[in-house]
């Protein structure tokens, strides 16, 4: 909800500044809260005294969805996860192939970008490059709930009323991990898939009852585990570490099954109007002073070789208590979605909201 | 000749606000809407005409009984708007002396300064399990532990009936506002008891009023989007989150916008009938000169 009315602040924003800033070049940013913080800007600004930033807040199906209602004209660079590239591109032709000469490879990490490139090419062009990586997980109050070890300590009738959740694809995939399947080996075919997504369904109608309330955000989030109301929770490890800052009980547990990674990528919008400024974004955000900076203000690691080393110290201290080296060989990075798939996760998601509960 | 030529024009540029706001923000979109939801998407961008987002609809009870408990729980919210309203509407219209009578409106308009969502953030504050009353309650010892007051059906009718019963109200003032007390006194000096002039004079005379309020209030709360999802948590099911949900998360624009007409002829459906079963018409009562 506060990205709603962030939006709707910045759209007024955008509607006001548009008749005043004409003569110098705009970069309009559709991204995610706390990816353009204020500092960054200010610093972009100076530097580039002829762009203006815009900023737009918002999530990965909206994104796509205003992308989409425009045929990719309104933002000259959008940050969708690398999952959200391919099928995207395949149906509603909304981005627009990345020339990598423009972008200064050597400072991202080979593996990110490899990961990147073999989920963002179609027909040989490149449509997507990484910005910042992390995973999703359990956060758990250790004060109070102190064995959670993975996805299924939601359900834990020791914690019931205490967990909460988000009701969206994540923790489809996070509960089929423990149950013991491997979603992303089902995704080519398609009635194994449902097959695996009706046991799941199953499982989280009758978890509901544990479930405290479904959370929508970041800011949900943390207030139901900062107030105590929650112990144990689905959760972006960003937030998290944030949480741990303002209280160490709170520690972010990647589940046994491995945490979910997903890498948010920039991709420069298929009507996009100011590329050059765009390309300027990228290579600017990710030189190493700058990605101290964001990475302060998202909690997330950028995609740079010593991404980690370039966290604040705080969240250095939180992402060293909460992974050790196992479990970032474990980590289970997203794996495009088929077409198809993502309306079968849908009715899923709709069965288990739908059902009742006390 | 150039008297009416002059009165012609006058009527058509005082008409022409009116009908361009109709047929551009209205008409147009509504065109557009009913188009998308004939659309059948058959592969990638590939598209065929037909009937099969709403057969979809009807085939899956998630989608209709979703419907049916919105429509259900909007009408419950209109009762008890009504209830909670008219004798709020009474006392400033009929029993406040005059001067206290524009504060007392005023009063009942402020809450609308606030935005929605701040009064919806309002409410959460209020009766989460940390919040206020949960508080107070463990502190004058009427409950042991902590109570959670959100994220129930009882929840969701209360914020909604806080939310639309100005909606009620004004229309409901402004129609008891015109009516003579001589008549109230003639129903008693007649010899009728204190119901029965409510129920023969009173209720009567109100009516245009009433049913005009019911209308906005049930069509406002069945629309509603905010309110439900934020204090109904893991059990609100309302069929706006619904269109949300297939235009947005889905990228289902297609059922996204059959949804959206169902919603608009379900409510229309649902004011007719209740026009209907009170032997009221639209002529009647809100068009009554």
């Known amino acids: 909800m506060k990205t709603t009315f962030a939006l709707a602040a910045t759209t007024a924003l955008a509607l006001f ?63 969708p996860s690398h999952d959200r590239i391919f099928a995207a591109q395949q149906e509603y032709n909304i981005y627009k192939p990345l020339d990598l000469s423009k972008i200064e490879t050597a400072n991202l990490a080979p593996n990110l970008l490899d990961g990147v490139k073999a989920n963002a090419t179609i027909d040989g062009a490149l449509y997507a490059v990484p910005h ?42 996070g509960t089929a991990f423990s149950l013991g399947k491997d979603p992303f080996a089902l995704y080519g075919d398609k009635a194994a898939y449902q097959t695996m997504l009706d046991e799941v369904t199953e499982k989280l109608i009758a978890c509901k009852d544990n479930v405290k309330t479904y959370w929508n955000g970041g800011d949900d989030l943390s207030t139901l585990l900062l107030s105590g109301e929650v112990v144990v929770s689905e959760a972006w490890d960003s937030t998290a570490f944030k949480l741990y800052g303002q209280n160490k009980n709170l520690v972010y547990v990647p589940p046994e099954t491995g945490a979910l990674a997903w890498i948010d990528t920039f991709v420069i919008p298929r009507k996009g109007e100011a590329d050059d400024a765009a390309y300027k974004w990228i290579n600017f955000v990710m030189k190493p002073e700058i990605v101290k900076l964001m ?64 | 000749m150039a008297r009416t030529d002059i009165g012609k024009l006058s009527l058509i540029l005082l008409f022409a606000p009116f009908a361009l706001w109709i047929a551009l923000l209205i008409i147009l979109p509504q065109l557009g809407i009913g188009y998308i939801s004939l659309r059948e998407k058959v592969g990638p961008g590939e598209y065929t005409f037909g009937f099969a987002n709403y057969i979809a609809f009807l085939s899956e009870p998630i989608y209709w009984n979703t419907l049916l408990r919105t429509a259900w729980m909007s009408i419950l919210v209109t ?38 969502l701040v009064r919806a953030f309002g409410w959460i504050v209020i009766l989460r399990e940390t919040g206020l009353v949960s508080t107070f309650l463990q502190k004058i010892g009427l409950v042991g532990g902590p109570v959670e007051l959100l994220y129930n059906d009882a929840t969701v009718v209360m914020g909604l009936v806080y939310t639309v019963v100005l909606f009620m109200i004004v229309p409901l003032v402004s129609t008891l506002d015109g009516m003579d007390n001589s008549l109230i006194e003639a129903g008693y000096n007649l010899g ?34 905010l309110t439900p999802i934020l204090l109904g948590g893991k059990n609100s099911m309302w069929f706006t989150e619904q269109i949300y949900e297939q235009f947005v998360t889905r990228y289902n624009w297609e059922s996204g916008a059959t949804f959206g007409v169902l919603l608009l002829v379900f409510t229309s459906f649902v004011v007719w009938l209740g026009l209907r079963l009170t032997g009221q018409s639209l002529a009647s009562t809100v068009a009554k000169d």
């Open chain 1, 17 to 79: 500044m548009a008749g005043n800033a004409a003569q110098a070049e705009t970069l309009r940013l559709l991204t995610w809260g706390g990816y353009a913080p204020d500092n960054v800007i200010k610093l972009f600004e100076e530097a580039n005294p002829d762009i203006t930033v815009e900023v737009t807040l918002s999530n990965n199906e909206e994104m796509v969805a205003k992308l989409r209602a425009t045929g990719g004209a309104g933002y000259d660079l959008a940050q």
């Open chain 2, 192 to 225: 009728g008891s204190r119901f029965t002039v409510f129920r023969r004079i009173v209720v009567p005379y109100a009516m245009p009023g009433i049913v005009a309020g019911c209308i906005i209030v049930f069509m406002l709360t069945a629309g509603s989007y």
């Open chain 1, 132 to 173: 910042q990586w992390g995973t999703s997980g359990i956060v758990a109050d250790i004060s109070k709930a102190p064995n959670v070890k993975g996805w299924g300590d939601l359900c834990n009738p020791e914690y019931k009323g205490r967990t909460s959740m988000r009701l969206r694809r994540t923790i489809l995939l």
């Open chain 1, 295 to 358: 990475s302060d203000s998202t909690g997330a690691i950028a995609a740079v070789s010593n991404g980690i080393d370039l966290l604040p110290d705080d969240k250095q201290a939180a992402v060293k208590a909460a992974f050790d080296e196992q479990d970032l060989t474990n980590l289970k990075f997203f794996a495009n979605i088929p077409a198809g798939l993502e309306d079968m996760e849908g009715k899923a998601l709709e069965r288990i909201k739908a059902a009742t509960s006390n």
């Open chain 2, 79 to 116: 009762a008890m708007a009504l209830a909670v309203g008219f004798p709020v509407a009474y006392y400033i219209a009929k029993i406040a002396r005059r001067r206290a009578r524009a504060a007392l409106f005023l009063m009942c308009l402020i809450p609308l300064w606030v935005s929605d």
